[in-house]
């Protein structure tokens, strides 16, 4: 789903990529290029997320109704995609939130260094 | 559910989708450029740097289509592109399966469409199952033909009597079929049926227009209606509603019109034109059919004990007398199986037939695709090696064998349909094989206007050869279920396949020839049969002699004996003038046509019981001369006897059974029906009722000399010097001159109709010669492929063999050996099925027995040449081998 380029990116769980998404456009729509753009900021250009995986997932969060979508003119002239999270969307992103921080939590009890 | 709903949508929404993805990209790449560019790279290398970081498009489009849900659609229709493009490149066996298939199904469609309206499914009348017919086996010691008669008639006064006492039947009615003329504008013989007035509301039927008949309407004198068939109604009426209470003349009666039938009603017949009631008494007749219907809570087995005892009653026997032996006297049977009764056989026969031709044609389409599971097997190991999923494969090659069911079942529904249509077209023409109802319009075969193509049996035709296909079409893939595909790629030999192919074809192929051979060896003695009937000397030279009928009303003895005399007259006339005419060699008229009608019977009072029956015929002076029957000994007919005392003139036959070793010309003769007389010449034996029975005791007279009135009209004779057709026009004149209001009926040459009784038994020849040709050709097919198929197989082997000194033929010999060993092994098999099998054929067959030797020889020979020809071309391929580019190719 997700590609790696260079060593140092991160290969992406299963799933975080549409939680991901989910969280970049809590703060209102986005088109396509604005959220990998977003992603690939806040990672610290650890995450580079390609069309192919970035697209794909959009109109599959869009079949399940988490995403609606409207062409819109950008604030730089440009016609573009915009993606706006729908109720379920937001709903499905605080699920997804709180498993995440399980999932985190989980991970640092296992990963912890062993006290002597 | 909702996934269906969503591809579907997305298959309409497609075109719209697909230009939104472009555009969506197209923004992407723009934007990214654009904000590369602000950002201050180049625009070259800006746009190369976001079209590189937006990633393969290709695979980008596909991942989203994926979410779309139209992969399964798209997928189908690739999988047709892919298994059409499959097809198209192997021309071959496509065409060769589709064949296969579409006769498969097309004949056993047609086949069982056609056994299915006629024997199995109901008559078109309401609970037509609870009528019945009243069956009397009478056996041999009181039939007057000495041999054991099956009849459904009975006497009009047994049948009054019946009626009278019967508690079991709701409902009994007689009826007795015949054709008049109906005068009027253009005078036209019409089919019709007199019968019981209780007839009609037994079918429950209401007539569309007017009423059915009174049960008063049975008494004479108040016979004089009609109902008319809708045919009838329509064509000579014009359809017009105003009809009832029209008059009708039939055979110079008046009838009223009282009803007019619904289209779809039709009994017994569809050329049934016309219904008058049948009055009762009739003194003078022996035997009339029946139909009755049971009451509704009466058991079939109560109304047949009930039948028993009527008859027993009827011939003077108590209940308590002992029952005799054999079949029962009386029998109740439904009206549909007794109407059915002389075709059963034979179409059963036809199944079978049909049947067999199916699973040559299923065990060939099992043979196609095994053989080309060998290349097939290299392809998918390629295709799975290179990715593709099993499943997909297997859905791949199941797409192929439901596009060649689906080709097949198309020609198969177009052969059904003309298979269909010829066999009702043929059945139309074929002669009733109940002589006594020949003129009757009427089908040897009952019901053919209800065959119609039966869907459900077009739909299982299809499934069992689609089955089939489908069932050897994914063995390639089966095979190489759970191997490294590699393995089969690059070798020719040593994949030992889980199913031993070859054992397998060889099983099919023997099967194949087996049962071609129980074809064949049925059609060669349905052929024979026909051969032999075709080649029976008939006794009269039939070419160029054309015959006509003029009818004439029913007469009764003795009330109409004038009239019967004004008739013969009225015939000796119409025979003057035609022998008159230009082109005439002779002409004459008799009442019994050969091969068309035997009707009186000869019970000399002087001949011995025990001999065998004979027939009595009415002849004018010439009929010998016309018919060129040559006289043995004595004389024919001459002007003088016309007014002396009778004499009469009798076959080689009767000289031979009623005059053993004493010269019966000069002795007296006397019958019922004429008066004693002297016989004055012996003719030679002629085939009078048909070319199957042999000939029968005969007695020729004068028709003046005839005591009894037969009525209905002579069949005239007219022996030409060449052209018989051009004297129709001539005879029709001479006719209309003598009587405006007599027609001509029944025109034929006496080739045409000697032609004409054989055309059942030339039917069953052609029909299964069909069949066999067919399934011939599949099974041939089947061998080639399967030897073509071996010595693909050894084509490296032959290489070796052929570099270390082995000569051609050897190699040749050796590949025909097994293709001859298959051949020997399925004519083994053929023979043995065609012993069990013909036996089937008993009742079809003339001077040919079931295990008729030559026949059976004869075809087994033949096939072994055939076959071996079929074998030999694929073999030769092994001649060709070079040893050198065979094996370089290892």
């Given at each position: 789903?997700?590609?790696k380029?260079?060593?140092d990116?991160?290969?992406?769980?299963?799933?975080?990529?549409?939680?991901?998404?989910?969280?970049?456009?809590?703060?209102?729509?986005?088109?396509g290029l604005?959220?990998?753009?977003?992603?690939?900021?806040?990672?610290?250009?650890?995450?580079?997320?390609e069309?192919?995986?970035?697209?794909?997932?959009?109109?599959?969060?869009?079949?399940?109704?988490?995403?609606?979508?409207?062409?819109?003119?950008?604030?730089?002239?440009?016609?573009?995609?915009?993606?706006?999270?729908?109720?379920?969307g937001?709903?499905?992103?605080l699920?997804?939130?709180?498993?995440?921080?399980?999932?985190?939590?989980?991970?640092?009890?296992?990963?912890?260094?062993v006290?002597? | 559910?909702?996934?269906?709903?969503?591809?579907?949508?997305?298959?309409?929404?497609?075109?719209?989708?697909?230009?939104?993805?472009?555009?969506e990209?197209?923004s992407?790449?723009?934007?990214?450029?654009?904000?590369?560019?602000?950002?201050?790279?180049?625009?070259?290398?800006?746009?190369?740097?976001?079209?590189?970081?937006?990633g393969?498009a290709?695979?980008?489009?596909?991942?989203?289509?994926?979410?779309?849900g139209?992969?399964?659609?798209?997928?189908l229709?690739?999988d047709?592109?892919?298994?059409?493009?499959?097809?198209?490149?192997?021309?071959?066996?496509?065409?060769?399966?589709?064949?296969?298939?579409?006769?498969?199904?097309?004949?056993?469609?047609?086949?069982?469409?056609?056994?299915?309206?006629?024997?199995?499914?109901?008559?078109?009348?309401?609970?037509?199952?609870?009528l019945?017919?009243?069956?009397?086996n009478?056996?041999?010691?009181?039939?007057?033909?000495?041999?054991?008669?099956?009849?459904?008639?009975?006497?009009?006064?047994?049948?009054?009597?019946?009626?009278?006492?019967t508690?079991?039947?709701?409902?009994?009615?007689?009826?007795?079929?015949?054709?008049?003329t109906?005068?009027?504008?253009?005078?036209?013989?019409?089919?019709?049926?007199?019968?019981?007035?209780?007839l009609?509301?037994m079918?429950?039927?209401?007539?569309?227009?007017?009423?059915?008949?009174e049960?008063?309407e049975?008494n004479?004198?108040?016979?004089?209606?009609?109902i008319?068939?809708?045919?009838?109604?329509?064509?000579?009426?014009?359809?017009?509603?105003?009809?009832l209470?029209?008059?009708?003349?039939?055979?110079?009666?008046?009838?009223?019109?009282?009803?007019?039938?619904?289209?779809?009603?039709?009994?017994?017949?569809?050329?049934?034109?016309?219904?008058?009631?049948?009055?009762?008494?009739?003194?003078?007749?022996?035997?009339?059919?029946?139909?009755a219907?049971?009451?509704?809570?009466?058991?079939?087995?109560?109304?047949a004990?009930?039948?028993?005892?009527?008859?027993?009653?009827?011939?003077?026997?108590s209940?308590?007398?002992?029952?005799?032996?054999?079949?029962?006297?009386?029998?109740?049977?439904?009206?549909?199986?007794?109407l059915?009764?002389?075709?059963?056989?034979?179409?059963?026969?036809?199944?079978?037939?049909?049947?067999?031709?199916?699973?040559?044609?299923?065990v060939n389409?099992?043979?196609?695709?095994?053989?080309?599971?060998?290349?097939?097997?290299?392809?998918?190991?390629?295709?799975?090696?290179?990715?593709?999923?099993r499943?997909?494969?297997?859905?791949?090659?199941?797409?192929?064998?439901f596009?060649?069911?689906?080709?097949?079942?198309?020609?198969?529904?177009?052969?059904?349909?003309?298979g269909s249509?010829?066999?009702?077209?043929?059945?139309?023409?074929?002669?009733r094989?109940?002589?006594?109802r020949?003129?009757?319009?009427?089908n040897?075969?009952?019901?053919?206007?209800?065959?119609?193509?039966?869907?459900?049996?077009?739909?299982?035709?299809?499934?069992?050869?689609?089955?089939?296909?489908?069932?050897?079409?994914?063995?390639?893939?089966?095979?190489?279920?759970g191997?490294?595909?590699?393995?089969?790629?690059n070798?020719?030999?040593?994949?030992?396949?889980?199913?031993?192919l070859?054992?397998?074809?060889?099983?099919?192929?023997?099967?194949?020839?087996g049962?071609?051979?129980?074809?064949?060896?049925?059609?060669?003695?349905?052929?024979?049969?026909?051969?032999?009937?075709?080649?029976?000397?008939?006794?009269y030279?039939?070419?160029n002699?054309?015959?006509?009928?003029?009818?004439?009303?029913?007469l009764?003895?003795?009330?109409?004996?004038?009239?019967?005399?004004?008739q013969?007259?009225f015939?000796?006339?119409?025979?003057?003038?035609?022998?008159?005419?230009?082109?005439?060699?002779a002409?004459?008229?008799?009442?019994?046509?050969p091969?068309?009608?035997?009707?009186?019977?000869?019970?000399?009072?002087?001949?011995?019981?025990s001999k065998?029956?004979?027939?009595?015929?009415?002849?004018?002076?010439?009929?010998?001369?016309?018919?060129?029957?040559?006289?043995?000994s004595?004389?024919?007919?001459?002007?003088?006897?016309?007014?002396q005392r009778?004499?009469?003139v009798?076959?080689?036959?009767?000289?031979?059974?009623?005059?053993?070793?004493?010269?019966?010309?000069?002795?007296?003769?006397?019958?019922?029906?004429?008066?004693?007389?002297e016989?004055?010449?012996?003719?030679?034996?002629?085939?009078?009722?048909?070319l199957?029975a042999?000939?029968?005791?005969?007695?020729?007279?004068?028709?003046?000399?005839?005591?009894?009135?037969?009525?209905?009209?002579?069949?005239?004779?007219?022996?030409?010097?060449?052209?018989v057709?051009?004297?129709?026009?001539?005879?029709?004149?001479i006719?209309?001159?003598?009587?405006?209001?007599?027609i001509?009926?029944?025109?034929?040459?006496?080739?045409?109709?000697?032609?004409?009784?054989i055309?059942?038994?030339?039917?069953?020849?052609?029909?299964?010669?069909?069949?066999?040709?067919?399934?011939l050709?599949?099974?041939?097919?089947?061998?080639?492929?399967?030897?073509?198929?071996?010595?693909?197989?050894?084509?490296?082997?032959?290489?070796?063999?052929?570099?270390?000194?082995?000569?051609?033929?050897?190699?040749?010999v050796?590949?025909?050996?097994?293709?001859?060993?298959?051949?020997?092994?399925?004519?083994?098999?053929?023979?043995?099925?065609?012993?069990?099998?013909?036996?089937?054929l008993?009742?079809?067959?003339?001077?040919?027995?079931?295990?008729?030797l030559?026949?059976?020889v004869?075809?087994?020979?033949?096939?072994?040449v055939?076959?071996t020809?079929?074998?030999y071309?694929?073999?030769?391929?092994a001649?060709?081998?070079?040893?050198?580019?065979?094996?370089?190719?290892?």
């Amino acid at each position: 789903m997700a590609l790696k380029q260079r060593e140092d990116r991160i290969e992406l769980l299963q799933g975080t990529l549409d939680m991901m998404i989910l969280q970049t456009l809590q703060w209102g729509p986005q088109h396509g290029l604005a959220i990998s753009q977003i992603i690939r900021r806040k990672s610290e250009e650890l995450i580079k997320i390609e069309a192919g995986s970035l697209y794909p997932a959009l109109h599959r969060l869009e079949q399940q109704g988490w995403l609606s979508s409207e062409w819109k003119v950008s604030e730089k002239n440009q016609r573009a995609k915009y993606y706006r999270l729908t109720h379920a969307g937001k709903k499905q992103l605080l699920a997804e939130q709180s498993k995440w921080k399980q999932l985190l939590r989980a991970i640092r009890l296992v990963m912890r260094p062993v006290d002597k | 559910m909702t996934g269906i709903f969503r591809a579907l949508k997305s298959l309409f929404y497609r075109r719209r989708l697909e230009q939104d993805l472009r555009d969506e990209m197209e923004s992407h790449l723009r934007m990214d450029t654009l904000e590369r560019i602000a950002a201050g790279e180049p625009p070259a290398d800006a746009q190369r740097n976001a079209r590189r970081d937006f990633g393969v498009a290709l695979r980008y489009a596909e991942n989203v289509r994926d979410g779309w849900g139209i992969t399964g659609i798209d997928r189908l229709m690739q999988d047709v592109r892919y298994a059409l493009r499959q097809l198209r490149r192997h021309a071959g066996f496509t065409i060769a399966a589709i064949l296969t298939l579409g006769l498969g199904i097309g004949a056993n469609t047609a086949v069982f469409s056609i056994v299915n309206t006629i024997l199995l499914k109901p008559l078109p009348y309401n609970n037509s199952d609870r009528l019945v017919r009243i069956v009397e086996n009478i056996p041999a010691s009181e039939s007057f033909s000495g041999t054991p008669l099956r009849t459904i008639g009975m006497s009009p006064s047994a049948f009054m009597e019946w009626r009278s006492k019967t508690k079991t039947l709701s409902a009994m009615a007689m009826e007795r079929q015949l054709s008049m003329t109906v005068t009027g504008r253009e005078p036209v013989r019409l089919s019709g049926l007199e019968v019981s007035p209780a007839l009609f509301s037994m079918l429950d039927v209401t007539p569309m227009l007017g009423r059915t008949f009174e049960q008063t309407e049975e008494n004479s004198g108040s016979d004089k209606v009609v109902i008319l068939s809708h045919g009838v109604w329509a064509n000579r009426f014009g359809a017009d509603t105003n009809v009832l209470g029209r008059s009708i003349t039939l055979d110079d009666k008046d009838y009223t019109i009282v009803g007019v039938m619904p289209r779809e009603f039709s009994y017994p017949d569809a050329q049934t034109g016309f219904w008058t009631p049948l009055a009762l008494p009739l003194p003078n007749v022996l035997g009339l059919p029946v139909i009755a219907r049971l009451k509704d809570d009466v058991p079939t087995a109560a109304a047949a004990a009930e039948a028993v005892n009527i008859a027993r009653e009827f011939r003077g026997e108590s209940a308590a007398d002992p029952q005799p032996q054999g079949p029962p006297r009386i029998e109740l049977m439904s009206v549909k199986d007794e109407l059915v009764q002389p075709v059963r056989q034979p179409l059963l026969v036809f199944v079978i037939a049909v049947t067999l031709v199916l699973l040559v044609a299923c065990v060939n389409v099992a043979n196609l695709f095994l053989a080309r599971t060998t290349t097939r097997r290299r392809e998918i190991a390629l295709r799975m090696a290179l990715g593709a999923a099993r499943t997909r494969v297997l859905r791949q090659l199941v797409t192929e064998s439901f596009i060649l069911a689906f080709l097949g079942g198309l020609i198969g529904i177009g052969l059904a349909f003309a298979g269909s249509r010829v066999f009702v077209a043929v059945g139309q023409n074929l002669a009733r094989a109940d002589l006594k109802r020949f003129e009757l319009a009427g089908n040897a075969i009952p019901r053919l206007n209800e065959v119609t193509i039966d869907a459900s049996v077009l739909l299982l035709a299809l499934a069992v050869t689609a089955l089939t296909g489908l069932l050897f079409g994914i063995i390639p893939a089966l095979q190489i279920h759970g191997r490294n595909p590699i393995q089969f790629m690059n070798s020719n030999v040593g994949f030992a396949s889980k199913v031993p192919l070859q054992f397998i074809r060889s099983v099919m192929v023997i099967g194949q020839i087996g049962l071609t051979m129980v074809l064949l060896l049925a059609a060669g003695l349905l052929i024979k049969s026909f051969v032999n009937l075709a080649n029976t000397e008939v006794g009269y030279d039939p070419a160029n002699v054309l015959t006509f009928k003029i009818p004439q009303p029913q007469l009764e003895y003795p009330r109409d004996r004038a009239r019967q005399f004004q008739q013969n007259a009225f015939a000796e006339e119409v025979t003057r003038r035609i022998g008159s005419l230009n082109g005439v060699e002779a002409a004459a008229f008799t009442n019994e046509l050969p091969m068309v009608r035997t009707f009186f019977v000869w019970l000399g009072r002087d001949i011995p019981q025990s001999k065998k029956e004979g027939r009595l015929a009415v002849i004018s002076r010439d009929y010998f001369r016309t018919m060129r029957v040559p006289v043995i000994s004595g004389r024919g007919f001459t002007a003088d006897d016309w007014h002396q005392r009778p004499v009469y003139v009798i076959n080689k036959t009767a000289a031979r059974e009623y005059f053993a070793g004493v010269d019966p010309i000069g002795k007296t003769t006397s019958g019922s029906g004429f008066p004693p007389g002297e016989i004055v010449g012996i003719v030679d034996d002629i085939r009078q009722s048909g070319l199957e029975a042999g000939p029968v005791p005969q007695l020729f007279m004068l028709p003046h000399h005839m005591d009894a009135v037969w009525g209905q009209g002579y069949y005239f004779t007219v022996r030409t010097t060449n052209d018989v057709s051009v004297m129709v026009p001539a005879i029709r004149s001479i006719v209309r001159d003598l009587d405006p209001k007599a027609i001509v009926d029944n025109i034929a040459t006496m080739d045409q109709i000697v032609a004409n009784s054989i055309t059942t038994p030339r039917s069953y020849a052609v029909l299964l010669g069909t069949f066999s040709a067919a399934a011939l050709m599949l099974a041939l097919m089947g061998l080639y492929g399967l030897v073509a198929y071996l010595v693909r197989q050894r084509t490296q082997e032959f290489a070796v063999r052929v570099a270390l000194g082995a000569q051609h033929h050897h190699i040749l010999v050796l590949v025909l050996k097994q293709g001859i060993a298959l051949n020997v092994a399925g004519v083994a098999v053929g023979i043995a099925g065609g012993v069990l099998l013909t036996r089937y054929l008993q009742n079809m067959l003339f001077g040919v027995s079931t295990l008729d030797l030559s026949t059976f020889v004869g075809v087994s020979v033949l096939f072994i040449v055939v076959a071996t020809v079929a074998a030999y071309i694929p073999a030769r391929h092994a001649l060709h081998t070079d040893p050198l580019t065979t094996l370089r190719f290892e």
